[in-house]
Structure formats: structure tokens, C-alpha cells
């Protein structure tokens, strides 16, 4: 009989739309599961910025994928509702991040309004109980962290943490997720200078916005995941 071969355990293959955590990361990001939502996608373009050539569904998933990469890194297993420029339907997004068994679900969109001065951070959430919180802590370090630069190619920041302001939203894409869950609008991109932050971004290939947001995004998760493990802590006591 030949010698049973140790055999090392291989973890369960993930959905091709999940990046598994890096190993050893200690941040209170790590062992979590995060699922980000890029809004819109294939037919549904979100808003768009035909002056500056911008479309909502493409730089929602410009942002998830660095917020994805950033996440990974800091030790969290992340999946995508999508990976590609299709549209997936709200309930099947919803149903996914339930699949995943996801520790928060957070869904990426860009705003718009007639008014092109009008440009300012929203975090929408559909139960208080559930959802309130990450609502609360997102829409902080959003804030915080995209009212920086002062200025912009000559221009004021428009976005300023006074402004800033979270919502009730009903909808399938909140209620059905059994986490936390929670929509980010980020900015207008019906603002000149947000739509300028974009386009100039991807012509010289820093995204410097979208790595903003990715920034903003991931800083309020890591603090959302540090107080939970602190609650936790004080209910032992
Ligand atoms: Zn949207």
C-alpha cells in the first residue's frame, strides 16, 4: 500500500467574479467579505457627460476594481456583481451578494441633475436597522476624502463636507441583500469640474478621482469593520 501523501488543504474555488483576501494582512478589513455592485453597465450607461465623453456604467467599474485591489490587499475576499460591461438586473445582484454570503454590499453610482453646479456626496440606505450605520460611516470619509484638493485645474473643489447627506432609498437592490447594505453616490458628474477630474483622469491614465473614491470607499469600510469588532468586544464585557 503506497503512503497516503499529506495532503494540504486547497480552499473552496471562489466565483470568478471573487478575488480571495491576501494572506497575513492585518487590518480589520482582513477575513471579511466585501461585495461591490458597479452600477449600471451594458445597455443602461447611467448618467452620461456627452460634452467630456463619460459614462456612469464605465467609471463605476473603473472604481471597483481599484476598490476591489485595495481591499484584496488589506486581507477582505471581494466579488464584483459584474465584471464586464454588461447589465445585470437589481435582483440578481442583490441574490448574488446574498450567494456570497457578503459581510456588506455596497453599490458604486455617480450622480446627476440639472443643475450642473450642483455636485455633492450621498450614501443611500434601505433598513435603518441594517444599513444605517454603514450609510453613516461611508458618507464620513467620503466626504472627507473627496472634498481634497482645494483645487482643481484652476477651479475650487466643489465638494464640501457640509453638503454631504445620506437618504432613505426602497429598493429590491438594499432590501433583498441579508447584509448591510448600501448605495454611494459619489459625485455629480453633471458638474463641470467633477466631469473634468474624470476625463483629464483617463486621458493620462491616473484616475486620479477614481482612485480617490476607491481611497474614500475602502477608508469607511475599514473603519466600519474596526467598530463592529469593537462592539463586539464591548459586549463581551
Ligand atoms: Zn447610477
Known amino acids: 500500500m503506497a503512503t497516503p501523501v499529506p495532503v494540504t488543504p486547497t480552499p473552496a474555488p471562489l466565483d470568478e467574479r471573487c ?18 455592485d458597479p452600477g449600471h453597465g451594458g445597455d443602461d450607461l447611467g448618467t452620461v457627460n456627452l460634452e467630456f465623453g ?9 472604481i471597483a476594481e481599484r476598490l476591489r485591489d485595495r481591499l484584496v490587499a488589506s486581507g477582505a475576499t471581494v466579488c464584483l456583481t459584474r465584471l464586464v460591461d454588461v447589465n445585470v438586473p437589481l435582483e440578481e445582484r442583490a441574490r448574488f451578494a ?8 455596497v453599490s458604486i453610482h455617480l450622480n446627476r441633475y440639472e443643475d450642473p453646479r450642483v455636485d455633492h456626496t450621498m450614501t443611500m440606505w434601505g433598513e435603518e436597522e441594517k444599513d444605517l450605520r454603514l450609510a453613516e460611516v461611508l458618507l464620513e470619509t467620503l466626504a472627507a ?3 481634497t484638493p482645494e483645487s482643481y485645474a484652476g477651479a475650487p473643489n466643489p465638494i464640501s463636507q457640509e453638503t454631504a447627506r445620506h437618504e432613505r432609498l426602497d429598493s429590491i437592490l438594499l432590501r433583498l441583500p441579508e447584509m ?8 455629480f458628474l453633471s458638474h463641470p469640474w467633477e466631469a ?4 483629464d483622469g ?16 475602502e ?16 459586549r463581551e464585557e
Open 19 to 36: 478575488a480571495r483576501g491576501a494572506d497575513g494582512a492585518q487590518s480589520p478589513l482582513a477575513g471579511h467579505t466585501v461585495i461591490l
Open 54 to 62: 463619460l459614462f456612469e456604467s464605465e467609471i463605476t467599474l473603473s
Open 98 to 105: 446574498n450567494q456570497q454570503d457578503g459581510d456588506v454590499f
Open 145 to 147: 476624502e473627496l472634498s
Open 180 to 187: 448591510p447594505a448600501v448605495l454611494v453616490e459619489a459625485v
Open 196 to 199: 473634468r477630474a474624470f476625463a
Open 202 to 217: 483617463q486621458e493620462d491614465s491616473t484616475r486620479w478621482r477614481e482612485e480617490q473614491i476607491a481611497r474614500a470607499i
Open 219 to 234: 477608508a469607511g469600510l475599514r473603519q466600519y469593520f474596526a467598530e463592529s469588532v469593537a462592539g463586539d468586544e464591548d
